[in-house]
């Protein structure tokens, strides 16, 4: 009777591992979107600063600013699309569909 309840707690930790990394996962691809979106809207401003820079409107420190803010998007974006794929792993792996597909490859 203990190794059941063992068991039932067993598989209930293991049913929450797995739908906290399916959430996980789907949150790393919302904030995928969002930097997507930064980056648009960066590269906007960047147009923006820059047709004023050109005009004699602004100066070049709103210039680079806006070049940093246009990189650290980028930036942003790309740590997003990793972090997607180790959300994406993480979830396989609680879910013990990684060290099946491992014990797949090696047969």
Known sequence: METQQSEAVLAENIKIQVQQSIENYNLA????LV????IGQATENYRI???????GLSNTTDLLEADV????????YA???ANIM???YEMLSASGELTS?????KN
């Open 29 to 32: 691809l919302k904030q995928n």
């Open 35 to 38: 930097y997507e979106e930064a």
């Open 49 to 55: 600063v820059k047709d004023k820079y050109d005009n």
């Open 69 to 76: 803010e246009q990189l650290n998007s980028k930036i942003n």
């Open 79 to 81: 740590y997003s699309r």
């Open 86 to 88: 180790l959300k994406y």
């Open 101 to 105: 597909s491992f014990n797949l490859t």
